[in-house]
């Protein structure tokens, strides 16, 4: 459990917040490059609890600034796309993708560039990088970008998706750290072997559902070893990587198989973007993401705690265990159900949930030593070139020690 003040400490985000300070201080991924069309439909998106509008002009360059008009506040998501930079449909003062206001008509001709140059500019600073657009929301200069071994890989070799799901960013992350739960809610695609994401050995995890934990603390997280007892003397590897705050790799396979990183991202305190990048880093990606899904955001479609997640009770009377479709829709479904921010202070934790504990842990010293305007922990200047997740069989007496990269 996590008493009312940490639980608190840990899921609130906004600015002057602890964990908020902990956030805006890397860069965080705003969307897919593809949501932001080369002089088309600007968007609002939030991140933070920061309203903002993200627009793609002309020549390919992306700008991302407060999505309110500095003038009287109107949206700029309603604004012209000229190209060059948005013009406020209100007024029509224009901003550039740098942030700079270079038109403001409701000023007269001669008093209008001087007046322009004392407009708040609300900029954020912005970077393109394996398919993905981030932004820094630090009020701290733009600091080091993660050097992720899969920024540069061709377009073949990589996928991404992000969901929208109404829960605290923690709920995300938090599943992704439980890895007793695979060989439980995952129990269908274990069981169903034209299920396209099940790997040789996923099933593996539903032989013992009390896995063992060992850890290896990093300067960026922690490296995880959960074994399963096997019978014969070997076990069974999920070998995974935390770096804080919000990523986790999720072992699929093999060190040279496709990699699954996820990551958690606060909208605000109550929603959550929940990414997945599958990258495969010697040629072309073995499995793809689900066909006719919106990448953008392909949460709505499963469903609510309205709804239940559209759960299939005829299915789980013919067998299905969660009587829901696939793995991320369980993942998504059991999270939001949670609660937006659940009451942690009524959990009751096993052994199992270790890792979970580990990193609340680590993001609580953080917040702490944020709040106190302390350095906290978070330095992405280091080396996660290397980073991986591993699944596979240890032959009796193995180390796991020795896959490391
Ligand atoms: S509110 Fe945008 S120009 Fe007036
Ligand atoms: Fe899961």
Redesign the pocket.
Known sequence: MLSHEDNELLSRVGKDTPMGTVMRSIWLPLCRKQYLEAGGTPRRMRLLGEDLVAFRAADGRVGVRDEK?P????SLALARNEGDGLR?I????KFDVSGEVVEVP?EPADRAKDFAATVPKRHKPVREAGGIVWVWLGEEEAGTFYNWNWLDIPDEQIEIRVGHAACSWLNGLETALDTAHVGVLHTNAIEDDTYIHKTDTLALSAEDKAPHFEFEMQPYGYREAALRNLGDGSKYLRLREYVMPFFSYIPVGPRDNDQLLTIYVPIDDYHSAHWDIRYNLVGPKKLTWFDGFDLDDYAPVMGNMDNLFHQDREAMKNGSWSGLPNIRHEDIAVGVSQGAIPDRTQEFLSSSDLSIVRARRMLLKAAKAAAKGEPHSIDPSIDMSELRAIEEVLEPGADWRVLQP
């Open positions: 008009c003038h009287r506040l109107c406020c209100y007024h029509g003062w409701t």
